[in-house]
């Protein structure tokens, strides 16, 4: 027994003077558990819906402000003159209330009164929540509106770019860049980080070749791995998941090869900085996987996310690719509403490779 606990205090020790299995122990379950914790939720909250009021009338005010007053809307002021579905192709809404003229006229003589709702349908389970919490707010306002028409006042809703509320025209684009996040940026990793583990690396350091011959080599590499899974897991979106394009591909394109570009650039940037295979896989998986699965709008609107931890979003690069990868195949709106995320992708990627060459290149004057 004395034996067995000094080889647990041995461990024990050696754990204490390891800080980054010390934090790998303690702080990232810690940190994992706020996270998904407080970060995922089923619910729909705070959803960005447009109304276009073309009565504005005192009736038709009411029944915006019935949606105003909900917890699961937040209605956006919009032009009147301004075709409203723009903003819901841009993906800034998620839906559209449209009041018709005369509404107030017509309710009043109790005549059949109906207002339209367009509700993005790429996310088939959100679609749902909002035509449902939709109905109950126009019933809600039906029970308190007098004179009332004979039914009430009906609410047709109509689902954009999904109509059939596929899931897997949802989820298959999503999965299709958590796997292309995932991989590449764990095969950069590993080749730097196995070469700083093993110090095969100081050839490269005493060796002429400069820290951008070296970095760059690195990413157009797994880059070409890049290109190789996307052309396979687009052949099983066609295929298995029935999505098809619904655009010019050109913005899929150049958004995919600044991901790529992105991504290695990430996964060369963790294994400079993290010269352990171990560490290193750690470190993707926390950036190149949790954070695009939760904090992406992967699984559920980035909306419902608590506005405290809402801000972490906009530095996800895979939320940007997501949105470009979407609507690629299911909204269609190109390049007016995807260009600015391609600009944010190759911003994001240059920052990481930035780093990278930083820390290569002091580590070459050292020797």
């Not at 970060?39 to 729909?44: E, G, M, Q």
């Not at 292309?180 to 350091?205: D, M, N, W």
């Not at 290149?361 to 020797?367: A, C, G, N, P």
Request: some cysteine; overall charge positive.
């Amino acid at each position: 027994m004395r034996r067995i606990l000094a080889q647990v205090r041995k461990e024990l020790t050696q754990l204490v003077r390891d800080r980054l299995a010390l934090a790998l122990a303690l702080l990232l379950p810690a940190f994992l558990l706020l996270l998904m914790g407080t970060a995922i939720s089923l619910t729909v909250d705070d959803m960005p819906l447009v109304v276009q009021d073309l009565d504005n009338s005192p009736a038709s005010i009411a029944l915006a402000d019935a949606f105003r007053a909900s917890l699961t809307f937040h209605v956006i002021a919009y032009p009147v003159q301004q075709d409203p579905v723009r903003a819901l192709t841009g993906n800034r809404v998620r839906g559209v209330l449209i009041i018709p003229e005369h509404f107030e006229h017509d309710l009043a003589r109790r005549q059949p009164v109906q207002v339209q709702l367009l509700v993005d349908g790429t996310d088939a389970n959100t679609a749902k929540l909002v035509a449902g919490y939709a109905q109950s707010v126009v019933a809600a306002y039906n029970a308190r509106v007098a004179p009332r028409p004979p039914g009430g006042i009906q609410a047709v809703i109509r689902l954009w770019f999904n109509p059939g509320l596929d899931s897997k025209k949802f989820y298959g684009p999503g999965i299709f860049v958590l796997v292309l996040t995932l991989f590449p940026t764990l095969l950069a990793a590993l080749s730097v980080a196995r070469e700083g583990e093993e110090k095969t690396i100081l050839q490269i350091y005493v060796s002429n070749i400069s820290a951008h011959e070296y970095l760059l080599g690195k990413i157009f590499a797994i880059m070409v791995v890049f290109a190789a899974e996307a052309v396979l897991l687009s052949i099983l979106l066609f295929t298995y998941f029935g999505v098809s394009l619904a655009v010019d591909p050109t913005s899929l394109i150049v958004g995919s090869i600044l991901y790529a570009f992105c991504v290695a650039a990430f996964g060369v940037m963790v294994g400079v900085a993290i010269p352990n295979q171990l560490g290193a896989i750690s470190v993707v998986a926390l950036g190149g996987f949790l954070l695009v699965f939760i904090m992406s709008g992967l699984l559920f609107p980035i909306e419902n996310i608590p506005a405290s931890l809402r801000w972490i979003c906009n530095l996800v690069w895979g939320r940007y690719y997501i949105e470009i990868v979407r609507d690629a195949f299911l909204q269609g709106a190109g390049w007016p509403a995807t260009w600015w995320k391609a600009i944010v992708i190759a911003f994001i990627g240059a920052i990481f490779y930035g780093n990278a060459w930083r820390s290569t290149r002091s580590m070459q004057l050292k020797y």
